[in-house]
């Protein structure tokens, strides 16, 4: 793709080069090594209906993955609901040694309540409900989550924390328990290995570890794969005096993202709108689960995922996706999903566009079209730059080069204002913006926009920092991996 095309350029603008830089470390498919041993991983998640499927992904492939402990926010769910929700499929499957606890964590701005309702609609099913309400209580950690996520990351000696997870863990390996691995379920095992963080809701629990305990937890973290964001995509946060540029995850707990995005020595891969759109949940993938459903976890995927299915009907132009189970997708098998690395972000943590994540690179897309008109700039005689978009000049250079113009006149106020602020004057040639001027432009830009609105309270923003972003899938590669995963 873009990679292959940005090779032949030789001779690309140098602020479309930089924008290469990023492009051609596309991950192809094969190019990654599979993961050797089981990684261990922390699940943190908000109870959405797909939060089950990817806990089912997860539990689905022991020989990749190992979660040591679940953390549960109150987000889009009732949380005591989505508490039980997650006890009685761990114990249905058999992992009932794995410790859970709820986050005392709270949102800045909450779900709609309907979306909170629907684990009730999982709760409830038959297939995971032999356990009693007297049986479930003791099942329950007293440990709040974000402590559980600092105890299973930094020992169960965490200074200020409950220390209970293990005893919890301990009453909580039932007599169903079916731990191939001889964990302890705390992940304090003995080995050192850095835990993986999957965060399938908001960013709030990862916030906390790394607030309270610092570069001990920092260090303590492989990597934190977190559903969330809309990078070159618009978001899908519908509220009034929002503008629509966030996705909900972020967007339930921006400080969050801010302070997760501050911590640029904890690797971040971030799965996006941008990716997750490509993934609707359609009644044909249910179908599929349905007809092998002589599998447990397929019957069991199927059924959660049934329960939003009607939205191809009530909402065809926003159906439900599978936002989360496509981040489990992600860690299971690297080389489904396309990802670009060092991506340069910042997110904005209060005003209108809370919640958003700002890339300051163009699209891959915006970035592949630049490159190949400029080589058809240079191919035609090196006349770039020189036309208007719907001029015959344009239809000579081709539609490449009217994507660019498009571009430049995108960058066109950027340039201009970097130009007065160095009083350079017109004339001479635009310095390509380093990516601080171009975050303090865009910082200024919003600001600006902040303040013609009238709005009283203060944008803030995070630091800028490089994230690895899964831009692409390929859904139906995505939906024979969940099917293929689920045969279990
Ligand atoms: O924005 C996607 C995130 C994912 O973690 N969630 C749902 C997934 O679990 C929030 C969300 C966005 N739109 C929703 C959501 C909707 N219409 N219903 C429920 N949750
Ligand atoms: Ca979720």
Same mark, same amino acid.
């Given at each position: ?103 005392? &964590?709270?949102?800045? %701005?909450?779900? $709609?309540?309907? /979306? ?8 409830? &099913?038959? &297939?995971? @409900? ?19 996520? !600092? ?6 000696? +965490? ?15 039932? @007599?169903? %328990? ?5 964990? #302890? ?8 290995? $850095? ?6 809701? $908001?960013?709030? @629990? ?8 610092? +570069? ?29 540029? =966030?996705? /909900? ?11 997760? /995005? ?56 926003? $159906? ?14 690297? #080389? ?24 300051? =690179? ?25 036309? !208007?978009?719907?001029?015959?000049? !344009?239809?000579?250079?081709? +539609? ?30 635009? +310095? ?28 803030? /923003? ?27």
């Amino acid at each position: 793709m873009a990679c292959e095309s940005s090779h032949r350029t030789r001779q690309a603008a140098a602020f479309f080069a930089a924008t290469c830089l990023i492009i051609c470390q596309v991950l192809k498919p094969g190019a990654s090594a599979r993961i050797s041993r089981p990684r261990k991983v922390i699940f943190d998640h908000d109870g959405g209906i797909d939060d089950y499927v990817t806990l089912l992904l997860l539990l689905s492939a022991p020989d990749r993955v190992r979660v040591v402990g679940i953390t549960i926010l109150d987000a889009d769910c009732r949380v005591e609901l989505a508490w039980n929700t997650t006890l009685k499929l761990l114990h249905t499957l058999g992992h009932g040694h794995i410790p859970v606890a709820v986050s005392s &964590l709270t949102a800045v %701005n909450a779900f $709609p309540d309907p /979306w909170r309702n629907s684990v009730l609609s999982v709760d409830v &099913l038959p &297939l995971i @409900n032999d356990l009693t309400q007297e049986e479930l209580a003791p099942l329950r950690l007293a440990t709040p989550g974000e402590e559980l996520m !600092a105890q299973l990351l930094l020992g169960r000696g +965490a200074p200020g924390g409950g220390g209970d997870a293990a005893a919890a863990a301990a009453a909580a390996g039932d @007599n169903n %328990n079916n731990n191939h691995h001889g964990n #302890d379920g705390d992940g304090d095992d003995g080995d050192d290995e $850095p835990i993986t963080i999957v965060a399938t809701g $908001p960013l709030s @629990n990862v916030a906390y570890v790394l607030r309270k305990y610092g +570069a001990a937890a920092a260090a303590r973290i492989r990597e934190v794969w977190w559903m969330g964001g809309a990078m070159w995509v618009g978001g899908n946060v519908v509220e009034p005096g929002h503008d629509g540029s =966030a996705e /909900w995850n972020a967007y339930w707990d921006p400080p969050a993202v801010g302070e997760v /995005w501050g911590w640029p020595s904890v690797p971040l891969v971030v799965v996006p709108l941008d990716a997750t759109n490509a993934v609707p949940v359609t009644p044909e993938l249910i179908y599929r689960l349905g007809r092998q459903a002589r599998y447990r976890y397929s019957a069991l995927a199927g059924t959660v995922w049934s329960r939003v299915v009607t939205w191809v009907y009530d909402r065809p132009n926003e $159906p439900y996706y599978a936002w989360d189970t496509l981040t489990a997708a992600c860690v299971l098998q690297p #080389d489904l999903c396309e990802k670009l690395y060092d991506v340069q972000s910042y997110a904005v943590v209060a005003g209108a566009s809370q919640g958003r994540t700002v890339p300051l =690179a163009p699209s891959p897309e915006a970035a592949e079209a630049a490159a190949e008109a400029a080589a058809a700039a240079e191919g035609a005689g090196g006349a770039k730059g020189s036309c !208007a978009a719907a001029s015959p000049c !344009a239809e000579q250079h081709g +539609a490449g080069e009217v994507q660019r113009r498009r571009m430049e006149a995108e960058e066109a106020d950027m340039r201009a204002a970097l130009r007065e602020e160095a009083s350079e004057g017109g004339g001479g040639a635009v +310095a390509v913006p380093s990516l601080p001027q171009q975050q303090q432009h865009l910082q200024q830009k919003q600001k600006q926009s902040h303040q013609e609105r009238g709005e009283a309270e203060e944008v803030v /923003w995070s630091a800028t920092r490089g994230v690895t972003v899964v831009n692409h899938v390929d859904a139906e590669a995505f939906y024979a991996f969940v099917l293929q995963a689920l045969r279990v």
